[in-house]
């Protein structure tokens, strides 16, 4: 299930991305909520900082320029899937769907 950070977390990287922010700016949100977002017991959000940090280390270790670690992160703010649980639902019962985020 996607989880509020989750999306947080998308959003900031697209602000960076969009050159919004800074890479500094995004660091400086990210590390801190990539230290708890294990307490989400979110997969995706889990997932998706993992990658995000992963990134970043590489970035940190100059594998990469700026240009080529913008690259790297745009797959994951431009298409993702989340699942939904309807309220009324029971809880065996999920929908899927795609969503794409347009930059």
């Not at 900031?12 to 991305?17: F, G, N, V």
């Not at 590390?31 to 979110?42: A, F, I, L």
């Not at 994951?76 to 899937?81: A, D, Q």
């Not at 929908?95 to 930059?103: I, N």
Request: charged share 25%.
């Amino acid at each position: 299930m996607t989880s509020g950070i989750d999306l947080e977390i998308r959003d900031r990287l697209a602000r960076y991305l969009n050159g919004d922010i800074s890479l500094h700016d995004f660091e400086e949100w990210f590390v801190p909520v990539s230290w708890s977002v294990e307490q989400t017991h979110s997969a995706k959000a889990i997932e998706l900082a993992a990658e995000v940090e992963l990134r970043l280390a590489e970035f940190s270790n100059d594998h990469w320029t700026e240009a080529e670690l913008r690259s790297k992160l745009q797959p994951l703010v431009s298409m993702y899937e989340t699942e939904y649980i309807p309220p009324a639902q029971q809880a065996d019962t999920t929908y899927s769907f795609r969503s794409s985020l347009h930059m």
